[in-house]
């Protein structure tokens, strides 16, 4: 694969998002489930990734508080998505301390000032 501006893995993932997907990678040699996207696999350093989509759906697992000098608090989570895969963000909509690992959580897609993100908020069943 030849690196384009416009095929580099964090330009696709960004487009997708904004797109309203969360994407994440899969490597069709050994299965690897990769997140951030990259070019070469960590599993196996294969470049054949292939794009897919999460259905937005996890668990939390782990979450702190972050508390700024003169600024609300805010959670940083990782979270565990139901494909398989990680990542790190942000739990809202609720106060930050009572997100709890374990916790089930759904995704939305924000935009914010530097672009769309994904959030996640409370599972709604």
Do not use: K
């Amino acid at each position: 694969m030849v690196l384009t501006p416009d095929n580099a893995p964090e330009v696709v993932y960004r487009r997708r998002l904004a797109e309203g997907a969360i994407s994440y990678q899969s490597c069709d040699a050994c299965g690897h489930l990769v997140f951030p996207p990259r070019v070469l696999c960590p599993g196996c350093g294969d470049t054949a990734l292939s794009w897919r989509d999460s259905q937005g759906l996890g668990e939390v697992y782990s979450a702190t508080t972050v508390h700024r000098r003169g600024e609300d608090p805010y959670n940083v989570s990782i979270i565990t998505m139901d494909e398989g895969f990680r990542m790190m963000t942000n739990v809202v909509g609720m106060p930050p301390e009572d997100v709890a690992i374990g916790m089930r959580v759904q995704a939305t897609i924000s935009e914010l000032a530097d672009g769309a993100v994904p959030l996640f908020g409370p599972e709604s069943r």
